[in-house]
């Protein structure tokens, strides 16, 4: 299983990005898929969260600026970011809760991470 993220890059504050993640390889189901953000130095922090049935979790920085969305027939996840702000620089990661079959349990796959820089 790979996770491609892609949509990274340089925004002005108050700009907007869109982050995209594919899924491949051999997958039976996919559970929750989401976002998470990480700084030199600092842990890995949730961003947003979407389960397949569509209910969404947001870290309450990001809370009515960003966006998660799915495609569970194209195995994606999108992040849309608005109103970006100076903070919310980091490296973010897509995540994918998979079971390659029945046989197989849940294991958390990672994208590779993209940049995402906010100037002032």
């Known amino acids: 299983v790979q996770l491609q993220a892609s949509g990274g890059g340089l925004v002005q504050a108050g700009g907007s990005l869109k982050l995209s993640c594919a899924a491949s390889?051999?997958?039976?189901?996919?559970?929750?898929m989401g976002w998470y953000r990480q700084a030199p130095g600092n842990e890995r922090e949730l961003v947003a969260v979407?389960?397949?049935?569509?209910?969404?979790n947001y870290a309450e920085s990001v809370k009515g600026r960003f966006t998660v969305s799915r495609d569970n027939a194209k195995k994606t996840v999108t992040l849309q970011m608005n109103s970006l702000k100076t903070e919310d620089t980091d490296v973010y990661y897509c995540?994918?809760?998979?079971?390659?079959?029945?046989?197989?349990?849940?294991?958390?796959?990672w994208g590779q991470g993209t940049q995402v820089t906010v100037s002032s």
């Open positions: 390889g051999t997958i039976y189901k996919i559970n929750d």
């Open positions: 979407i389960t397949n049935n569509g209910n969404t």
């Open positions: 995540k994918a809760e998979v079971r390659r079959s029945l046989t197989f349990g849940l294991r958390d796959y």
